[in-house]
């Protein structure tokens, strides 16, 4: 009976992982794209270190959320571009999948204003250099909010209107773009604040350090199960001539984990994503799904 047992709760672990895997984004075909991408509508961000080669403190953290923005920019193009043209049995994942970009978006805009501003704020000694960006916040968390009360407020996946979602986007699309492009040459732009810590010191260690802190929790505290896929989905490693195709800086292993194992939990929102578990741009889902459905009625 003993035997019997252990037998049992050691095969428990070995299906779970069979049926995570059975689910896992790297089991979907991909293709590459040949239609509307998620490079547009919004455009996407150029880094600052690949324009300037250069790895001071501050090009070095913009350019890191640059990255992070970019997929945040994917993330909503590829909602933009399959909003219209849904199939009805993917309504459900692109409900799923729309309120995870939502989830991140305001994450991090949290984030930001609850952390990374401040921590910056005081070691340059000056509360005065997110003013604008502050009031670049403000002018699309309306229109954010009411992206997720209209996906949340959906009594069944049938009554979604991707026109009625692609009004909303377009309501706060500008305002959501420029600060998007600005934040990124503002946080470059303090590596020439008379306060910046000077090269080798012990302060721009620490800030260095705050940049990378910051970097690594932002994501991973919003959601593993759903926000972390949804950024590691939306990663171009071809951006850039490739200069960013190891990029978040993570072993191999665990990136992996993250994108398949974690990413299983909603395996089926992740077809919409703007690239493959390999992180190669891919065909958006409803331009591959229309031809597939027309082949299968043949």
């Known amino acids: 009976m003993a035997g019997s047992k252990t037998t049992v709760l050691l095969s428990i672990p070995i299906l779970l992982i069979g049926f995570l895997l059975s689910r896992a984004p790297f089991t979907m075909t991909s293709q590459a794209p040949t239609n509307p991408w998620a490079d547009a509508p919004m455009k996407l961000v150029a880094t600052p270190q690949f324009q300037t080669k250069k790895t001071d403190i501050f090009t070095s953290g913009a350019t890191h959320m640059a990255l992070l923005h970019n997929s945040i920019i994917r993330g909503y193009n590829s909602i933009w571009h ?3 043209g849904l199939r009805d049995q993917d309504r459900a994942d692109f409900i799923g999948y729309s309120l995870a970009w939502h989830k991140f978006v305001k994450s991090h805009h949290d984030d930001e204003e609850d952390n990374l501003f401040t921590k910056i704020s005081e070691f340059l000694k000056d509360d005065k250099i997110f003013e604008e960006t502050h009031a670049e916040h403000e002018s699309f968390l309306a229109g954010l909010g009411e992206f997720e009360k209209y996906l949340s407020g959906l009594k069944t996946p049938a009554e979604f209107s991707g026109d009625e979602l692609r009004r909303i986007m377009t309501s706060f ?126």
């Open 173 to 298: 699309q500008e305002p959501f773009e420029k600060h998007f492009h600005s934040e990124i040459s503002t946080i470059a732009k303090f590596a020439d604040h008379p306060n910046t810590p000077k090269e080798g010191t012990p302060e721009e260690a620490a800030a260095r350090a705050t940049f990378k802190a910051w970097g690594k929790s932002t994501v991973t505290k919003a959601g593993v199960m759903d926000v972390v896929p949804f950024f590691l989905l939306n990663l171009d490693r071809t951006a850039e001539e490739g200069m960013w195709a190891n990029w978040p800086p993570m072993p191999a292993p665990i990136k992996w984990g993250l994108i398949n194992l974690a990413g299983a939990w909603h395996s089926g929102w992740w077809k919409f994503a703007s690239c493959s578990s390999d992180g190669q741009p891919q065909e958006l889902w409803t331009f591959r799904a229309a031809p597939r459905e027309e082949k299968a009625k043949a």
């Open 82 to 84: 399959q909003a219209v």
